[in-house]
């Protein structure tokens, strides 16, 4: 079957890094995406990756290893309002979404 | 980047009444969307895929006659929600693909269903 895994939660520093993991198994591959979501909000989308290495942008950056089935997104100097669920979906064969459960991130002052 | 509409944001409605939900592109054809329900805490759940023209594809457990999906233009679908009852309260979102790009899915800002 196909499967998502990404922490339930995590709880940071505001100012610091914070690291969030996925692992994924699917039937097919065609890229990995991760999603903010506020609650009461549709999901914004953050980053995709479909080539392994590290795609930078701004305070965010993605992480792939399709060999490991893996991928982290890494949040820098966070702020208050990077306080969110953090969602990652990977685009199978037939290039529907496969969503994780989300990571519910706290920051804290 | 573009624009996805999804109307309206929140609605209240009686049970055994029936509430249609839309989603627009507003600056793009849509050749494929996407309907999802979230349950608090809970990730996105899909629940059918509708590519214009044809019938809507659903996935297991959902049901078709329930859930009533049509998308008959490139740039609209709509989600109609038939005989609703307090167990379909949630939060529903649409999304949507630009033609043949698959890198991106644009959302809608979602509505919020409560049936009372």
């Given amino acids: ?109 | 980047g573009a624009v996805v509409s999804q109307h309206p944001s929140r609605v209240i409605c009686k049970s055994g009444t029936s509430v249609k939900i839309e989603c627009r592109s507003l600056d793009f054809q849509a050749t494929t969307m996407f309907w999802y329900r979230q349950f608090p805490k809970q990730s996105l759940m899909l629940m059918a895929t509708s590519n214009e023209g044809s019938k809507a594809t659903y996935e297991q457990g959902v049901e078709k006659d329930k859930f009533l999906i049509n998308h008959a233009s490139l740039t609209l679908s709509t989600l109609t929600v038939t005989s609703a009852h307090p167990e379909d309260s949630s939060f529903y979102i649409c999304s949507a693909l630009e033609g043949g790009r698959h890198t991106e899915a644009f959302f809608g800002q979602g509505t919020r269903l409560t049936v009372v």
């Avoid at chain 1, 199978?92 to 989300?102: M, R």
Wanted: charge should be negative.
């Fill in chain 1, 1 to 109: 079957g196909q499967n998502i895994d990404q922490p339930t939660e995590m709880t940071a520093t505001e100012g610091a890094i914070v690291q969030i993991n996925c692992t994924y198994q699917t039937s097919g591959f065609n890229g990995l995406f991760w999603y903010q979501q506020h609650a009461g909000e549709a999901p914004t989308f953050l980053s995709y990756n479909v080539l392994d290495g590290l795609e930078e942008k701004g305070r965010f950056s993605s992480f792939l290893s399709r060999s490991k089935g893996y991928s982290y997104l890494l949040l820098k100097e966070l702020q208050m309002k990077d306080s969110a669920s953090y969602l990652c979906a990977v685009s199978d064969s037939n290039y529907q979404l496969i969503w994780g459960a989300g990571t519910k991130l706290i920051i804290k002052p």
